[in-house]
């Protein structure tokens, strides 16, 4: 059974931080990339931060500097460190698996980032 599970979400004060974490399930083959999507209430899904098997990133402008995504290849893992958390980043935070076969999807998690 092919299964994509996050977790680390929660709520948060502004300026502060929060660790997402994502594993894939082994059953998951040839993995290319992994990454972070979010979706705010309203708008659209957008890419937060990717990372390929051979550890090229890249981020969203809006989080350079603040977010760090980080990959184990060998347990199919992904995570992503965010620090000086603003109220616009406030929204569900997916994990995306990109394979030879299919792409994948977490359910999502909460991030929330309010006084």
């Known amino acids: 059974q092919v299964q994509v599970v996050e977790s680390g979400g929660g709520l948060v004060q502004p300026g502060g931080s929060l660790r997402l974490s994502c594993a894939a399930s082994?059953?998951?083959?040839?993995?290319?990339?992994m990454g972070w999507y979010r979706q705010a209430p309203g708008k659209q899904r957008e890419l937060v931060a990717g990372?390929?098997?051979?550890?090229?990133?890249n981020y969203a402008d809006s989080v350079k500097g603040r977010f760090t995504i980080s990959r184990d290849n060998a347990k199919n893992t992904v995570s992503l460190q965010m620090n000086s958390l603003k109220p616009e980043d406030t929204a569900v935070y997916y994990c995306?698996?990109?394979?030879?076969?299919?792409?994948?999807w977490g359910q999502g998690t909460q991030v929330t980032v309010s006084s």
């Open positions: 990372i390929t098997i051979g550890g090229r990133t």
């Open positions: 082994r059953s998951i083959f040839s993995i290319y990339a």
């Open positions: 995306a698996v990109d394979a030879a076969t299919a792409n994948y």
